[in-house]
């Protein structure tokens, strides 16, 4: 249950103002239908993680528990100087032409490819054992957040205090590094 929660609190606050959530606003003003868009961003985030997941439990198994908590710590805390850089949106959304559902599949897919929210998915999956637990989490926490965002849409994105949220990530990000670093600290100087 551990690794579902943290994996969901994890990405649900990356994913705070991360180019992705910007595309959600962008696609719920272009299509204002959000049935099809949110069943796109479900399939595409599950894929997108689902892939990081396998990646990051195939580096984990090739270390240590320590390096690999050693590692997820540093990648946690690179995580958190990162969410402090605001993202921004490219001005182009793939498959313009297309339905809502393909437009936000493909569309979410390429964005999720090394965006924070799937480098976090990989490290989480590298440090803890319960790969689907892992993905699940990491897939909820973003569809919960880009929920209003697909259903209130451009309005609500002036409404919310951007830095703070990034400042908030960022804190997460270290705090759980932090943890993570220590977990590594413990398991080597308990180690002979």
Do not use: C
């Not at 195939?58 to 402090?84: E, K, N, R």
């Not at 949106?89 to 936000?104: E, L, Q, S």
């Not at 990491?138 to 951007?162: D, H, Q, W, Y």
């Amino acid at each position: 249950m551990e690794s579902f929660l943290v994996s969901f609190a994890t990405v649900a606050v990356a994913e705070l103002g991360d180019r992705t959530q910007l595309i959600a606003f962008m696609l719920a003003v272009r299509y204002r239908r959000p049935w099809p868009i949110l069943a796109g961003m479900l399939l595409a985030t599950l894929a997108a993680h689902a892939l990081a997941g396998i990646v990051g439990r195939s580096f984990g198994a090739l270390l240590t528990p320590g390096l690999v908590d050693g590692v997820v710590g540093l990648g946690l805390v690179a995580m958190g100087v990162w969410a402090l850089k605001a993202d921004t949106h490219d001005g182009a959304i793939a498959a313009k032409n297309r339905g809502a559902f393909i437009a936000t599949l493909v569309t979410f897919f390429v964005a999720e490819m090394g965006d924070k929210t799937q480098i976090a998915t990989a490290a989480l999956a590298a440090g803890y054992p319960n790969l689907f637990a892992v993905i699940g989490g990491s897939t909820a926490g973003l569809m919960l957040v880009n929920l209003p965002a697909v259903f209130i849409g451009k309005a609500f994105e002036k409404r919310l205090p951007m830095r703070a949220i990034h400042v908030g990530a960022a804190i997460l990000f270290g705090v759980l590094g932090v943890l993570f670093l220590a977990r590594s600290f413990a398991y080597f100087a308990g180690s002979p």
